[in-house]
């Protein structure tokens, strides 16, 4: 039986990333891509015109499947502070060094592709305002049940907070440790008081 146009889409979307999570968007070439995702090179164009349509589709698959992971773990019954910690300790636990390949994109491919492609990059920023709104959300929701003290606004706290964990992320890969991600923890839980 014939699997389905977007089950090979998304089969080809997520060897892709695993690929490009390790290696970069410019270190992986299409040849490989549909070799591991075991499809036809004419497959791949039935999908994607070209690599950077491609990239783009990529960020998007990344971001709708980040995005509701973000939702379920701001959802429940917790305080505001407690889901915000929740959602940052998990950020520590999944990009650690110890982790398969499939890693955060906007980490990995971020610095990269921001240059070679405007699309990836629109792609990128609308991704992560997103993230940041939804972390501004959290804020706003701890500031209002009091376990968020900071008089700080929830838009540019939210920003701050998210440019930490991003160079925490950076910085453990740089220096092939977690202490990045301690420093950020112990660093969110001080702007939060």
Wanted: hydrophobic letters at 40%; charged letters at 20%.
């Amino acid at each position: 039986m014939k699997k389905p146009a977007l089950d090979t889409r998304q089969h080809i979307l997520e060897v892709a990333r695993t690929l490009m999570t390790g290696k970069g968007y410019t270190a992986v070439g299409l040849a490989e891509v549909v070799a591991a995702a075991g499809v036809p090179k004419g497959s791949f164009y039935y999908y994607f015109k070209s690599k950077e349509e491609f990239g783009q589709a990529l960020l998007e698959n990344y971001f709708s499947a980040y995005l509701a992971e973000i939702d379920a773990l701001f959802s429940g019954p917790a305080s505001g502070a407690e889901r915000l910690m929740a959602y940052f300790e998990h950020w520590a636990t999944t990009q650690g060094l110890d982790l398969p390949v499939d890693k955060c994109l906007v980490v990995k491919l971020g610095p990269e592709v921001c240059d070679l492609s405007e699309g990836m990059r629109q792609v990128l920023r609308q991704g992560t305002d997103a993230v940041i709104s939804r972390i501004a959300r959290c804020i706003v929701q701890g500031q209002g049940d009091g376990s968020i003290a900071t008089p700080m606004p929830a838009p540019p706290l939210a920003e701050s907070l998210y440019q930490l964990w991003l160079g925490a992320s950076l910085l453990g890969k740089v220096n092939r440790h977690g202490a990045p991600f301690e420093t950020a923890r112990l660093t969110t839980q001080q702007l939060l008081r």
